[in-house]
């Protein structure tokens, strides 16, 4: 295994400073490199938040970096060590985030910026295509978990899956959470709560009930085409979805192959969540928190560096 250097790096994007992680391979040259994208959420650079700790984008950087592949990894504005404001950032802040972070690795010394590719997780994957709408020298993107349904879509089906367990749910836990859900309303009651108030404002915040809601970043993603997006580029992709992948449908890494102009390779792992984590027992969404100790997926840990360098060796002359 080769040795991982580490080192802190900052990057300026309009008011907030960026708050991120530089890993370099052992050697000396220029390194393909790699730029992670978060999901939704209020996510650091490893893709944590408080009571969720993913840890995916670290451990992907450790594979890259034994593959001699560099790689850097941010927290998301507001969050982490990086300065900003999370609940008022809507989805374009984190697109112009992600084009700061890939123009400031473009120039740093030992990375090739022929060979600087994006990967990004469920709504990373999204923000990495329009990234490259923006910097057609994206050499590749890497998608876990993507999706090319509109949002509205996503969140319906999300719901309808969270009420289908709900009424599954045994014992006594089942019956308070189902008592409770007839006096705040199902998750599809909620939702369409939220998604009003979203509509009938442009505030950047909106609070329903004791809770604050990002209203400015579920309004511009609710506007978003990703099919539109996804047939504009030309970029080399590496599609990875997860049979059990209850937040983005599996089958949309074909859908997007279809649709982009670009060469494609899709993988569908069997059993794999969206949390990356291979689970045998039957899909669920409230039950996917015992499954953050286990590993992340095997065949997504070793293909990814392998694609890279073998994305990069055809762009070498």
């Not at 014992?171 to 959470?177: A, R």
């Amino acid at each position: 295994m080769n040795s991982v250097h580490e080192q802190e790096l900052k990057i300026q994007s309009a008011e907030a400073e960026l708050a991120g992680t530089l890993c370099f391979p052992d050697g000396e040259g220029e390194f393909p490199a790699v730029l992670m994208v978060h999901g939704s959420g209020p996510l650091d650079r490893d893709e944590n938040m408080k009571g969720q700790q993913l840890n995916i984008f670290n451990h992907i950087a450790c594979e890259l970096a034994d593959f001699g592949i560099a790689s850097f990894r941010y927290d998301k504005r507001g969050c982490g060590s990086s300065s900003g404001d999370f609940m008022s950032a809507g989805h374009s802040e984190l697109i112009e985030d992600a084009v700061r972070c890939f123009d400031t690795l473009s120039g740093i010394e030992n990375i090739s910026a022929k060979q600087l590719y994006i990967l990004g997780h469920s709504e990373g994957c999204i923000i990495g295509a329009q990234v490259t709408q923006l910097r057609p020298s994206v050499a590749g993107l890497i998608q876990l978990c993507p999706f090319i349904e509109k949002l509205d879509s996503v969140l319906v089906r999300q719901a309808a899956q969270l009420e289908k367990e709900i009424e599954a749910m045994p014992g006594i836990n089942g019956l308070l959470t189902r008592a409770l859900m007839k006096i705040i309303g199902s998750p599809s009651a909620s939702q369409q709560r939220l998604l009003r108030k979203v509509r009938e404002t442009d505030s950047p915040v909106v609070r329903i009930g004791l809770s604050r809601q990002t209203a400015k970043w579920l309004r511009e993603i609710l506007q978003l085409d990703p099919e539109s997006i996804y047939a504009s580029i030309d970029t080399p992709m590496l599609l990875i979805g997860g049979e059990k992948d209850l937040q983005c449908n599996p089958q949309d890494v074909y859908r997007i192959a279809e649709v982009t102009q670009g060469q494609t390779e899709t993988l569908l792992v069997d059993d794999m969540t969206h949390l990356l984590r291979i689970d045998e027992k039957p899909a669920t969404i409230l039950g996917s928190a015992r499954l953050l100790k286990e590993p992340i997926a095997s065949a997504v840990l070793e293909r990814i560096p392998q694609w890279v360098l073998e994305e990069s060796s055809a762009l070498t002359p």
